[in-house]
């Protein structure tokens, strides 16, 4: 399994437009989901304070914390 890196900051003395901030999505107990490498799944834990969720693709259960990358809401 691999980390994503951190997003990089954008530099006031760059030529090159900043990229628009991703807005971060609330997944309640229950919600359908779609992940980019699991597929199809069902959230069955929020972790509040850790900003983190448990989510069952049906052959594998994960956990996936905040920003979300990958995962969507359906």
Request: hydrophobic fraction near 25%.
């Given at each position: 399994m691999t980390k994503e890196s951190a997003p990089r900051r954008h530099l006031p003395?760059?030529?090159f437009?900043?990229?628009p901030?991703?807005?971060v999505?609330?997944?309640a107990l229950g919600d359908?989901?779609?992940h980019d490498r699991y597929g199809l799944g069902t959230i069955t834990a929020v972790e509040l304070a850790g900003g983190a969720v448990l989510a069952d693709f049906g052959t594998v259960e994960t956990r996936v914390v905040s920003p979300y990358y990958g995962l969507h809401k359906l």
């Open positions: 003395t760059s030529p437009k900043a990229r901030l991703r807005e999505e609330d997944f359908r989901v779609s």
